[in-house]
């Protein structure tokens, strides 16, 4: 067992991050770079608080956050494990995909090769960077496997068949030559599937653990292929034995790669599990079968023999206790877990961004709008949804929207105006991050890419500011009201903005789901800010310039609208809102 070492473990939150957290913190000081994109990142925070284990909300992309936090903690060993994890968002979502796998351990890296002394960096890696090896797999009693096969070990040759695969082995090599080239003490893992305690569990990974809560809670779980496929399997606490070992003796690994899993002793086919599970849990466990998914291997067992000579390290844990474990585990969070399924807040399951686009008559309009928002759904880093909520419209705008195959066309809930029209649209999203831009061409979709990152950064709202990248719209009564109330939102609120009105806007879903919105019209904008101040969020803005609109008349009016604004602002100091009527 280590001790008395600063361990910096990145993506803490995650399940072997936290389980990371909770065997190193015991007998080391500890500190937790995560970006809380995980499900029920809340408690985790909160437990990291009890232990006493600093926490920094950073996306190790940003180099410069990572970089501060880097400076403060100085630590001795860095544990890397934050990561996009999932195949199907890395087809779905290359280029986010590389910034967090690639980006993000380079900046990792280039911290670790500067300090003086150089920490010993763990990477964890995944076998996913050997493609897809099965050509040779058979099927034999209900198993496949590949004839005189022991497992694969270090030397079986790398091949990025997937755009996950790819960015996880580039990340790989670039940790094997830091430690070859500039002397880091580094080792990488190329771990099989592990599995355990605080693991939610998806359909795209985890799938021990996934299948386990289907169970838990009777719920149908997908088989993709024929079930027959099979992995070694290695209970987490097992690989996090193996961590320490390595940390103790890095002299002897340093600069090497490592194939982790149960091995020979320790696998699964999928079919095998769901047996198990039913009987370990008397439930039914009902499947159903989808097709093979992109990069899906038959069979992948990892020969563990070189960890074996140059550690001593061998699982302890069977497949039976690990399950027993793992059940007991998912039994005590069973109210938590109930709770993330029902939202399905997990990842694969859920986009990340939502944009809501209110349109009452915009037939003239919304066909321009609707066109550049697909170009950004072709270009973007991230997983969007576009829904288009009809403000009760008597033109062609309702069918015009349904022509877009990426729209989903709603109608307003309540009764008629913009705000009414965001809440219908706020209420149904299923983003981690909530977005509203105008039908009317004024704002232009392609500068949604970087209000994204800024909310990211800060988990606040951003705002689109046409002060700082100007108007094509604005006379100039418009921009002095727009000055005046900007002014009188902060001497009131106490954050002063260049543009608090402007109705392109991103926020985390947060500043919506804590409280119950009560504006049917303009004033929504006000609500927003002021809703994102009370949770104590940042509010932040970025230059976008706002185009005149395409065709058609101005909806807003500078006396009847700024009127209602000046209320709105003077209104929201003293109130205090109700809790959401919807979760």
Request: overall charge neutral.
């Amino acid at each position: 067992m280590i001790k008395d070492r600063r361990i910096l473990i990145t993506g803490g939150l995650g399940f072997i991050g936290f389980n990371a957290v909770k065997y190193f913190s015991r007998d080391n000081r500890v500190h937790v770079v995560d970006d809380c994109s995980r499900t029920a990142f809340e408690d985790n925070i909160r437990r990291l608080a009890e232990w006493g284990v600093g926490f920094s909300r950073v996306d190790i992309s940003h180099a410069a956050e990572l970089r501060s936090v880097w400076a403060d903690f100085r630590p001795d060993v860095v544990i890397h494990l934050a990561a996009q994890v999932a195949v199907t968002l890395s087809v779905t979502n290359p280029v986010r995909d590389f910034l967090s796998n690639v980006q993000g351990t380079m900046n990792l890296l280039e911290l670790a090769r500067l300090s003086d002394p150089r920490p010993v960096f763990l990477y964890a890696s995944t076998n996913k960077v050997y493609g897809v090896l099965d050509q040779h797999a058979v099927l034999r009693q209900g198993r496949y496997e590949i004839p005189g096969h022991g497992g694969y070990d270090e030397s079986t040759p790398l091949s990025f068949s997937t755009p996950y695969g790819c960015s996880k082995g580039a990340a790989d090599q670039y940790v094997l030559d830091y430690a070859r080239t500039f002397g880091v003490p580094a080792v990488v893992f190329r771990q099989s599937c592990i599995y355990g305690p605080h693991q939610y569990g998806i359909e795209d990974q985890g799938w021990v653990a996934w299948f386990a809560v289907c169970a838990l809670l009777d719920k149908p779980a997908t088989i993709y292929g024929d079930g027959c496929q099979v992995r070694d399997v290695l209970y987490v606490d097992d690989l996090l034995d193996l961590y320490a070992l390595s940390v103790d003796r890095i002299g002897r690994v340093q600069g090497e790669a490592f194939n982790i899993g149960g091995g020979r002793d320790r696998t699964l086919a999928v079919n095998e599990l769901v047996g198990i599970l039913r009987r370990m849990t008397g439930r039914t466990l009902a499947v159903d079968h989808q097709d093979w998914r992109p990069g899906d291997q038959r069979t992948f067992i990892c020969d563990i023999g070189k960890a074996r000579r140059l550690l001593g390290w061998q699982p302890q844990v069977g497949i039976e206790e690990g399950l027993t474990r793992l059940l007991a585990w998912l039994g005590r969070a069973r109210t938590e877990i109930e709770d993330v399924v029902e939202r399905q807040d997990y990842v694969g399951k859920r986009c990340e961004v939502s944009l809501v686009i209110p349109a009452h008559n915009e037939e003239e309009c919304l066909a321009a709008v609707l066109d550049e928002v697909g170009r950004l759904l072709t270009e973007a880093a991230y997983r969007i949804e576009v829904i288009v909520v009809d403000d009760r419209s008597t033109d062609g705008t309702a069918a015009i929207a349904r022509r877009y195959p990426f729209v989903r066309l709603v109608g307003n809930r309540y009764g008629p105006g913009k705000g009414a029209a965001l809440r219908t649209g706020f209420e149904l999203a299923q983003g981690t991050y909530l977005a509203m831009m105008d039908a009317d061409f004024s704002h232009n979709a392609l500068d949604l890419p970087v209000m994204i990152e800024e909310v990211r950064r800060h988990q606040g709202l951003v705002v689109a500011s046409r002060i700082t990248g100007g108007s094509e719209e604005y006379t100039r009564v418009r921009a002095f009201g727009n000055i005046v109330l900007t002014w009188f939102f902060g001497l009131l609120h106490g954050r002063y903005l260049s543009d608090a009105l402007n109705g392109f806007k991103i926020f985390h879903r947060d500043v919506f789901r804590s409280f119950a919105y009560t504006s049917n019209a303009f004033e929504i904008e006000v609500e927003l800010l002021a809703n994102a101040l009370r949770l104590r969020r940042e509010v932040t803005e970025v230059p976008s310039r706002e185009r005149a609109r395409l065709a058609g008349k101005l909806k807003s009016s500078v006396v009847r609208h700024g009127s209602l604004f000046a209320w709105r602002i003077l209104f929201e100091k003293f109130r205090k809102p109700e809790s959401p009527h919807v979760r």
